[in-house]
């Protein structure tokens, strides 16, 4: 000790020892993310909540409908279950940002009582090329407790685009360095929460049936900023080959559990559908009619049945509009089941 | 390489390990250093190291004829070679681009259209930095300041010594060469521990933390209103300080590790009232520079008010351009260097009306100034942060007519997050104005008892696990 003392300095040892403890200090940060996060309010914290409720669901439960922020505030799952004949179960799993990967994890959650998954998506759900998830959203389905099968493994394992697969089999601990920036977005969200009174953010962690967090419209000057920075003018529907093949493997894995796999194309603000192009929309109209006809899939295609008062911003539509979609879809599930 | 990754930790304890190993051969050790200098520098792009070996190579030699020649035009001559040889290396990878855009400008404006390639020159990292330390040495020689060196080694390594050697400090020959005469004993102690802690703090938890909101709404800043830009104008500010001023620490935190002392960079410059003072607190080392090697040369004040005024303008805005190939840093160092004017005639005002002492002595002006100042700062960020020109000049209008536009809650903003960047920005500023009225929190805890240092260094590795956005952005001044 003293050699080094001289030798880099007679302070040395204590700094080296101070050193030990910035990597002490990470590394107790490291093992106490996971647990930090399940209990801080982050926009994944819906997340935790599902995987709790998926794996103590009542055996009565016999539709999940599914999908981002859009499903969230478009589906009243307990309108749904009275709507349908005989009355069901009915819960919405939808939570923000939702993607198109984490289907996969809740259909491999459900419970065998459940005999229908409806997966709600926009046009680009099925155009954008690959079906990936970035690391954080990944690691609050681990951190809640899921565990994929086999067959979700091998779901994954079959795609072009590695990205899924790794992330799904890496270790807990690689997925918590990247899903560190979540302690931050849960800081702006409890600041948020208290600033934002329009918005409902309990609901919309907690409810299985109906947890639309909006609850006031936007003004017009709002909604034309927003319109203008969400959507761009798009010529053509390029569908995409990947997330195709995602959604027959996945049908296939629910169809060997006797359950079945309903697509709803969800409606989209008439404002956005203005300002893409009426192309994209006949392109993409096309391709359902090809993904029900050739492929065989319960596709319903609701992109453009809402009108602007049933929106409450952009995107989400209000509590007419959500009644309005919600009563469709029930009107549309029996013939799909009858059908199938 | 950077210095807060694990390549660094690894690079920097094989070089103490064999410097340890070659402690009883001064010379060793420093040629231990050059090399390690130079796979440092070698890990960008290692074809750029034989730049820096021209470069440094044309000063040694030139250094080395002026020691023996007394002729006052031989020596000029030499200076001249000096001189051509290190700002036509940079005026040819720094510069070239904009010099064909502006050309091509022109010629377009006479209806002729060129036809030639894009130049596309890749920019040695750290070029401005090296260039102005080795230039500092054969000018100080020039004007019989300093004594030559003999060894080319040591001239070498004052050159590319690695810590200051990308980003700064701008380091002067006749401060280093002579540290390099003697046996230098290594120091890691606790202050030089919490400088680079400080430093990887600022960087990591506040720089890097307020650049994600700040990049987001620069991308395209004419989707946001007033308020949002007003925020990400305060990001900016407070990140190109965190990051330049957390860079220099680093660098000077790992000089003194090593044994040896770089000029500080940087004392509270968000606490300055008057642009002066700025340029006393901002990058000490390229004020201080471009003040001795420039400004002063030019004539400085001694020449009546016209030559001075010109003086001014002249020397920041070539400060201005130092920093990028682009009119935006030209028009940033204008806005300083017309600040600079005013301030001075205000001056002179003030002392002409006898107010200057009273004006001294009053906490209310002393805050009013720092306050016009800091908001002065933040207007002349936007050119050199936004350098597209409509969407500077968009950025400027909503910045400087406010649109009475309040809307951060609801503005899609949500993954940026912009409440949490308010709170860092707050805690940023609480520290900086305790560091300026108390001393900087780094050394205050290299004072207090191991323990109390020990724990707060357990809660400094949490955060930065914590907070350390995932995408870390690359160093501001790296480009430069």
Redesign the interface.
Known sequence: MSSSRSLLGPDSPRMFVLAACVVAGALIAISATPRLLLHMPTELSRTTELVRALRHAPPQLSVVVTGDSVTMNGVNAKLLGQELTPKVEAWNVGSPGQQLAETLFIADMLPRNVHTLVVGLLPEGLSEPSVTLPEDRYLFYRISGYEPSREALEIARKLPTPTLFELMSEPQWKATLSGRGLIRISADLSIRSKLRRDLDLERARTDLYFPAAYRQRISEAALSHAVSMLYRHKTSFEPSAQRLQFLVELREMLAKRGQRLVIVVLPQHPRAIALISANYYGQFTHYAERLRNEYHFDVIDFHDRLSEPDFIDQIHPGGIGSERLTKMISASLPAQRAAS | MLFHTLTFLIFFTIT?ALM?IA?RHHTTQKTVLLIASAIFYMWWNPAFILLIIFSAGVDYIVAAKLEHTEEQRARRNLLLISLITNFGLLAFFKYTGFLEQNLLYVFRLFGYQPNWADVNIILPVGISFYTFHTLSYTIDVYKREIPTTRSFRDFALFVTFFPPLVAGPIMRASYFLPQLESPR??????A???LF?RGLVKKALVAD?VATFADAVFKNPT?WNSAVIWLAAVCFYVQIYCDFSGYSDMAIAIARMLGYELVPNFNRPYFAGDPPEFWKRWHISLSTWLRDYLYIPLGGNRHGEYKTVRNLMLTMLIGGLWHGASWNFVLWGGLHGAALVVHRYWDKLTRRLNLRERLDASVVYRIATVLVMQYFILVTWIPFRVLNTSHMLYTLRKFLFFDMNF?L????L??M???????LIAIFLIIHLFSELRGGLDEHLARVP?PV???A??????????????AATPFIYFQF
């Open positions: 103490v340890l402690r004993k290594m120091n890691f102690d606790r030089s521990f919490f802690l933390g989707n809307r809650a609801d503005a899609g949500g993954a997050a912009p409440f949490a960047t308010v709170l191991l240092a020990a724990m260094c357990v809660i400094i590795g949490a955060l930065l696990f914590i907070l350390w956005p995932p």
